[in-house]
């Protein structure tokens, strides 16, 4: 599990529910079951794994 932790660092996503229109971002941090989200408009926020689709 660690390795697709620290393998989705740096990865862009795009968030299931947009939030203020903004619905894409890249994970900054992995935190148990919790990303760290830095969206496009430089607000990170903290989301659960099945709130973010990972894009390839």
């Given at each position: 599990?660690?390795?697709?932790?620290?393998?989705?660092?740096?990865?862009?996503?795009?968030?299931?529910?947009?939030?203020q229109d903004?619905?894409?971002?890249?994970?900054?941090?992995?935190?148990?079951?919790?990303?760290?989200?830095?969206?496009?408009?430089?607000?990170?926020?903290?989301?659960?794994?099945?709130?973010?689709?990972?894009?390839?």
């Amino acid at each position: 599990m660690e390795d697709f932790e620290n393998n989705v660092i740096g990865c862009f996503c795009t968030l299931l529910d947009s939030l203020q229109d903004d619905d894409c971002g890249e994970i900054v941090d992995v935190s148990g079951n919790l990303y760290v989200v830095r969206l496009t408009s430089g607000q990170q926020i903290t989301l659960s794994h099945d709130d973010v689709i990972i894009c390839d």
